[in-house]
């Protein structure tokens, strides 16, 4: 008797929602014993309460509370602490189900179109696993394979999470949240497409064709489906192995990455979303002596495709800080989508924005936390800013917002591991060298149309 698929899906989506909902619900309980014998120490402890809850319930939950804990003044240190300890660490698929699924994907003589396949993953995720393979001509593949019905597990958490803002309500305190939902779940949502992440791929990898320094792998659309995604393996150390090295090759890592996450922006619209340490590594002989070597950008499930004028809002604000034009500055807001500014609005944005500016208002060579320490690096900025709003009035945080703020901190991370010293200012000029909003949306529709990505 053959089984029917939308059953399966409807019946894995309730257990899903089953489960989820009752760990959310344990959460809750322990928040309001931890109300009710409220100390010093009560948010620390209902943090700890929320990790431990959604990392036992793994997938895109969780990766979802990793989103969350990475976005500046949203949660309070404890919360962000606690969650971004979340590893993307599903337990791995046995070789058994392996084989289940590559056939699934490929058919039942997948093996044999493969000179090697290794069972066992090189990493496991929230979405998905990597397994190092070999093509029947040589070439070294990394295989990702997405984990089983997880359309239906992403759709079940997303159900669920306006329940852990309701959980944690008095934590968003005047932030609204409204709009962060929607643009994670969207976020979200793509990363489960394969075939657009090998899109995207190609988008980046059409950019940086003929650099030595930055290489992107290839996909292989004939090992590939919407839920398998076959490309190069590319060798390399993580950026923390440079952490030791040489100021020299330190800073050639921090101009070598700055490049490769601000170009894109500015000459297509396109971030890579997800820039945490294991999205990019670097080859052996990366040195900055002997400028030899090469950055490998991996990882394109979370690129995000900005609309040209939002770009021109964050070229706008950096003009408009470098000169202190108040008009400016508020139209570059408004660009970026913020409603309803007032002078006072503005007054506390402008505190988180010139702390992600800073480095590139500063025409000097200093480090990005320029003597702050990383543990303390925007934090001051952080609580001035959620005091202000509690006194002002809730803000809502434009969609496209999220995913650039959350980037740029993710990247300024990288610097901070690095200690690199530049003229971040200077680093940022040359990006913007025959910049305008006309010229950029012509180059990206050209470059999103070469790949079919929208």
Known sequence: MSRDP???????????????????????????????????????RNAKALKETLGQLKGPLMKVAQMFATVPDLLPPEFAAELSELQTNAPAMTGAFVRRRMAAELGADWQGRFASFDLAPSAA?????VHKATALDGRLLAVKLQYPDMQSAVESDLAQLRTVLSLGRQVFGAIDTSEIVVEISDRIREELDYGREAKAMRLYGDFFEGRDDIAVPRPDPDLSTGRLLTMDWLHGRGL?????????????????????WWTPLIKLGVIHGDPHLGNYSFTDDFGGQSGGGRLNLLDFGCIRVFPPSFVGGVVKLFHAMTTNDREAEAAAYRAWGFKGLTDELMDVLNIWARFIYGPLLDDRVRTVADGVAPGEYGRREAFQVKRALEEKGPVTIPREFVFMDRAAIGLGAAFLHLSAEQNWRKLFEASLEGFSEEALAARQAQALAAVGLD
């Not at 989506?13 to 409220?38: D, E, H, I, S």
């Not at 995720?125 to 696993?129: D, N």
């Not at 330190?250 to 101009?255: E, H, I």
């Open 240 to 260: 923390i192995a440079f952490k030791d090295a040489d100021l020299e090759t330190r800073n050639r890592v921090a101009r070598t990455l700055f490049e490769a």
């Open 125 to 129: 995720a929230s979405l998905g696993q």
């Open 6 to 44: 939308e059953r399966d899906r409807l019946t894995g989506r309730v257990a899903r929602f089953a489960k989820v909902g009752a760990g959310l619900g344990g959460a809750a309980a322990t928040f309001g014993v931890n109300a009710l014998f409220a100390g010093g120490d009560a948010q620390a």
